[in-house]
């Protein structure tokens, strides 16, 4: 399964993720293989609108999909009218004069939009549902021919329902499995013997969470789960598609790190490597946080990504949009390690506003959202162009 792909990057469907991947060069998206955690997708009211758009930007390529399982935050119309009256009432006591009553058009967009997330909330417990939701979650998956679907693995057999289906079918399926999580492990040997006989169409996803400042433990984890499981399945297991999946990108705030950071995820696969046949996962030059928030402010920073290493260049003015050209300067005038850029989005991306061009494409680069896009698009460039 997926004989002639090395490497799988880790993304979600949020705006600036799936960005990243749909401005990657055609011959870029060709050598990797996606692995998309779906989100919601704008104020739908399912993970089949996410679906629809990732077939979109795919264009017809293959991905592995997942989702996530955390609901939507909802305030009713009550609570809502609550919290005007309650800041109403501080503009008043600060000498301001009140805010402008919702009009109707306006309560009702509100009451529009919280109608569809309480509908997206209901659909979502569906899939989280232990007995039913696997099931269901094939069967969202199965309307799209390029998606591979992450099993569920809610107890060993609802993932041997899955694995029977997924086989029966002809259709490959992944397993992910958290190192840190030892009860997935267990679950999957349980199905070993499944396992054995679905070879071909699995893909199995050991996963490592962040690696910062902690890549021995990290491939030892990684290797003693591939070794359990290699065992109990037995020869068979040669068959599985086997992704080594981390990441190195530091989660502290980069004010604090060094302005060059390894890329040590390559490291933790050339270890993995010696011992089994792996591909190469990480989450795309992330640091694989729950949330993307930004707090007390943020400082400017433009990344370049090099084929061992993301250089940073930052400027400590918090909330100074201006900076993010002389950053792009500074990495564009150092010709040593410019020379080492991969030509792809993002590098353009850089060359165009250190020239002082911060509207590129319809999109303004003053904030820290579209540099996102613009690191994890260089790193997925150079780990196909450049690593693998």
């Not at 009218?81 to 009140?98: F, I, M, P, T």
């Amino acid at each position: 399964m997926f004989d002639a792909i090395s490497y799988f990057p880790v993304l979600t469907t949020r705006a600036g993720e799936l960005n990243a991947y749909e401005q990657c060069y055609p011959d870029v998206k060709n050598a990797m293989v996606p692995v998309f955690t779906l989100t919601r997708y704008a104020e739908t009211e399912s993970f089949a609108n996410s679906a629809a758009a990732l077939t979109g930007a795919l264009e017809g390529r293959p991905a592995i999909v997942d989702f996530d399982p955390r609901a939507r935050p909802v305030t009713s119309l009550a609570e809502a009218a609550e919290r005007r009256r309650r800041n109403n009432l501080r503009r008043v006591q600060a000498g301001q004069s009140e805010s402008r009553p919702r009009s109707e058009r306006q309560l009702a967009n509100d009451a529009q939009r919280l109608r569809r997330t309480e509908a997206f909330n209901r659909s979502l417990a569906d899939l989280m549902n232990p007995s039913e939701g696997p099931s269901r979650w094939l069967d969202l998956v199965e309307t799209f021919p390029e998606l591979v679907p992450v099993l569920r693995m809610t107890d060993a057999a609802a993932l041997r329902r899955q694995l029977e289906r997924t086989c029966a079918a002809g259709r490959p399926a992944a397993i992910r499995i958290r190192i840190s999580e030892p009860s997935e492990t267990a679950i999957v040997l349980s199905c070993a013997g499944l396992i054995r006989s679905c070879a071909p169409f699995v893909v199995l996803i050991v996963d490592a969470g962040n690696i910062w400042g902690r890549g021995d433990a990290a491939a030892a984890g990684i290797l003693d789960v591939l070794r359990r499981i290699r065992h109990d399945v037995g020869d068979e297991f040669d068959q599985v598609t086997i992704i080594a999946l981390s990441t190195a990108f530091p989660r502290q705030p980069l004010r604090s790190m060094p302005p060059v950071l390894p890329i040590s995820d390559l490291a933790l696969h050339r270890e993995i490597s010696e011992w089994f046949d792996v591909r190469l996962g990480d989450y795309g030059s992330l640091p694989n946080r729950t949330e993307d928030t930004i707090a007390r402010g943020w400082f400017p920073h433009v990344d370049l990504a090099t084929p061992d290493h993301w250089h940073v260049s930052l400027y400590e003015n918090n909330r100074d949009a201006t900076k993010y050209v002389d950053a792009s300067r500074d990495i564009v005038g150092n010709q040593e390690l410019w020379s080492q850029k991969v030509e792809c989005w993002g590098t353009e991306v850089i060359e165009q506003v250190a020239r002082g061009d911060q509207i590129i494409g319809g999109r303004s680069f003053t904030h820290p959202s579209p540099w996102l896009s613009v690191r994890i698009n260089q790193h997925m460039s150079q780990m196909v162009r450049h690593r693998l």
